[in-house]
């Protein structure tokens, strides 16, 4: 495999610029190319475990702590309902 250096990028800073040259060194696989079919097995129960049989709640909350919520929820992309099922999950997981 050839690696092609490009023209440093001066606007990075110190976390993008290892990630960058991690790129450019070849250390990333695409998830499409995960060999392993036990990974895929272990990745689907996790995903069954967690987001498994759902039911519909209805739920009083303050409107400040919602609007935060779905705030935090676009920064992790995901829709807030998930986020507080996530959240809902953890607390009583422990």
Do not use: C
Not at 43 to 48: D, E, G, I, T, V
Not at 66 to 82: F, H, N, R, V
Request: glycine letters at 4%; aromatic letters at 8%.
């Amino acid at each position: 495999m050839t690696i092609v250096k490009h023209k440093k990028v001066k606007f990075l800073d110190k976390e993008e610029k290892e990630l960058y040259e991690s790129v450019e060194n070849g250390e990333w696989v695409s998830a499409s190319k995960v060999e392993k079919a036990e990974d895929l097995v272990k990745f689907k129960q996790a995903y069954k475990n967690t987001f498994g049989k759902t039911k519909p709640v209805s739920l009083r909350m303050n409107e400040v702590d919602l609007i935060k919520l779905k705030a935090k929820a676009i920064e992790q992309g995901l829709p807030y309902q998930t986020l507080l099922s996530s959240i809902i999950h953890q607390y009583v997981k422990k």
